[in-house]
């Protein structure tokens, strides 16, 4: 037997003496998962992240090392977390993806973790914020952010530099929105400052009528009103209220993280918005050559009138992941050297330098204070301040889940 195949394999390789040398073998197909939000209320921030892939992908081929990378679609329409899991199940059994990709919400991201381990398929989260969700499975790695990222230091400089003694905090009550909270208040609590209200505003899937929400912020005066909601039309409305409720004539001042100053939302928010404070890893007003080289392109693809935001930048660090892994396994991918070509790498994002952390799996980058101003007639963001290449929070603190 032994025998036979060695004289099957010498006729083979004597007929065809490239097909044995694995370095001259033809380029690999890697097939990747994604699973994003790409119907119902929150499509648009689904395209955004898969706007920003596919925009990596045209742009540099050749990070790829000479293979290619086919993207298998589907649309995990809620943030419910069961959609999100089918579609995950399938990937890896069915279509028998190499790599998984997206994940727009925190519950769908937790829900699919167990299949990543099970299937020992990576998952590469390219939004879902929550902290403690690399700690879910040792096949995930993060390439967006945490709710700790932005939360944590905007509870430091709401005590510090803004002179905010008490604050109220307003979040859409699911994993994410209690993380952001939980963040902020520690911080916040750093620097003696006291939270007097704490309220959940509704879940993630309809944006609510945050009237009674506010009201109840109003009449506690704190000096900062932080609130999370998930990006998109959430944060217009938050915007929107503060406003009709002339709460910052009240002397009550609206903070949180980027993700209600998204940039594909600001210019709808009108003037409530200026003077609002946030704190982030991303807007399309950066001044930096990375960045508007970034910003050129996409709207050289996109249209003039379009904007990426914090998303498609998630969507473009991720690809650049994914092209890393590629390159550095020639084409040939497993789990276990997609998760090692990911520890530590580091790349140069339109956001500025980030690296995923060896030993967390999650990112490492700079976090920004943003205020929002009007200029030559548009709302934009100025960068007031940095907090340079930030560890999550989270798990520097070992607070809660993130300790375990
Ligand atoms: C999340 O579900 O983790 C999430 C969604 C939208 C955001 C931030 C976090 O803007």
């Given amino acids: 037997m032994k025998l036979k195949t060695k004289i099957l394999l010498g006729v083979t390789a004597a007929l065809m003496p490239f097909a044995l040398n694995p370095a001259s073998s033809d380029a690999a197909e890697v097939k990747v998962g994604v699973v994003l939000t790409y119907s119902g209320g929150a499509a648009h921030l689904g395209k955004q992240i898969d706007q920003g892939m596919q925009l990596y992908m045209d742009s540099h081929p050749e990070a790829f090392g000479g293979h290619t990378v086919k993207l298998i679609k589907r649309d995990s329409k809620r943030p419910g977390g069961d959609i999100a899991k089918n579609a995950v199940q399938e990937l890896i059994t069915r279509e028998g993806v190499k790599i998984l990709a997206g994940f727009m919400f925190s519950p769908n991201a937790m829900a699919s973790a167990p299949l990543a381990t099970q299937g020992k398929v990576p998952m590469i989260i390219m939004n879902a914020g929550t902290a403690w969700i690399p700690s879910l499975s040792p096949y995930i790695a993060r390439v967006s952010f945490t709710m700790w990222h932005s939360g944590y230091p905007l509870g430091k400089y709401?005590?510090?530099?803004?002179?905010?003694?008490?604050?109220?905090?307003?979040?859409?009550?699911?994993?994410?929105?209690?993380?952001?909270?939980?963040?902020?208040?520690?911080?916040?609590?750093?620097?003696?400052?006291?939270?007097?209200?704490?309220?959940?505003?509704?879940?993630?899937?309809?944006?609510?009528?945050?009237?009674?929400?506010?009201?109840?912020?109003?009449?506690?005066?704190?000096?900062?009103?932080?609130?999370?909601?998930?990006?998109?039309?959430?944060?217009?409305?938050?915007?929107?209220?503060?406003?009709?409720?002339?709460?910052?004539?009240?002397?009550?001042?609206?903070?949180?993280?980027?993700?209600?100053?998204?940039?594909?939302?600001?210019?709808?928010?009108?003037?409530?918005?200026?003077?609002?404070?946030?704190?982030?890893?991303?807007?399309?007003?950066?001044?930096?050559?990375?960045?508007?080289?970034?910003?050129?392109?996409w709207k050289k693809a996109y249209g003039a009138d379009s904007t990426p935001d914090f998303m498609a930048v998630g969507g473009w660090d991720g690809m650049a992941a994914i092209a890393h892994a590629v390159k550095t396994q020639n084409g040939n991918v497993s789990a276990d050297g997609t998760m090692a070509a990911l520890s530590g790498w580091s790349f140069a994002s339109p956001r500025g330098q980030i690296s995923i952390d060896a030993d967390t799996r999650d990112i490492v980058m700079d976090v920004n204070v943003h205020k929002v101003v009007q200029r030559n007639g548009r709302l934009a963001i100025e960068v007031i301040g940095t907090v340079p290449q930030v560890k999550d929070p989270c798990k520097e603190l070992k607070i809660g889940k993130c300790g375990k």
């Avoid at 905090?169 to 993380?179: E, L, R, S, V």
């Avoid at 993630?204 to 009674?212: G, H, K, L």
């Fill in 158 to 297: 709401a005590g510090t530099e803004l002179g905010c003694k008490t604050a109220a905090a307003g979040y859409t009550d699911y994993p994410p929105g209690k993380d952001s909270r939980n963040a902020f208040k520690t911080g916040f609590e750093t620097t003696g400052g006291s939270l007097i209200e704490d309220i959940p505003m509704g879940g993630p899937r309809e944006v609510p009528d945050f009237t009674p929400f506010f009201q109840r912020v109003k009449n506690a005066k704190p000096d900062c009103f932080f609130v999370f909601v998930p990006a998109g039309n959430h944060a217009t409305a938050v915007v929107k209220t503060y406003e009709a409720l002339a709460m910052a004539d009240a002397g009550i001042r609206l903070i949180g993280p980027g993700d209600i100053t998204q940039d594909t939302e600001l210019q709808g928010m009108g003037k409530g918005a200026i003077g609002m404070i946030t704190m982030h890893h991303y807007a399309a007003d950066y001044d930096t050559p990375q960045n508007k080289k970034f910003v050129a392109a």
